[in-house]
């Protein structure tokens, strides 16, 4: 089993910054790709950036340019920096971690972002 804990929600004005960091703990070793997710009341949860084990990344087109996910292995812990923050990055955002085998999905607690006009 892995856990996931997650911090660095908040609230935030338009423009600002956030950095998220997402902890992880246990069978570390069997974790390929984390990421985080968003979801909205009401509406699915997307990917917003994910990172793979040799530090391939990939993004959502509506955070390109604005989000840097990063990863330190020693620490097991993955980061989300959030610059230029608009009110539709509301949401909460849900760390995940997908083993190498495909068949894990493991979450965190999900961390609340507010980004006020």
């Known amino acids: 089993q892995v856990q996931l804990v997650e911090s660095g929600g908040g609230l935030v004005q338009a423009g600002g910054s956030l950095r998220l960091s997402c902890a992880a703990s246990g069978k570390i070793s069997s974790i390929n790709r984390m990421g985080w997710y968003r979801q909205v009341p009401g509406k699915q949860r997307d990917l917003v950036a994910s990172i793979g084990n040799s530090g391939s990344t990939d993004y959502a087109d509506s955070v390109k340019g604005r989000f840097t996910i990063s990863r330190d292995n020693a620490k097991n812990t993955v980061y989300l920096q959030m610059n230029s923050l608009k009110p539709e990055d509301t949401a909460v955002y849900y760390c995940?971690?997908?083993?190498?085998?495909?068949?894990?999905?493991?979450w965190g607690q999900g961390t609340q972002v507010t980004v006020s006009s």
């Open positions: 995940y971690g997908g083993t190498w085998d495909g068949r894990g999905l493991y």
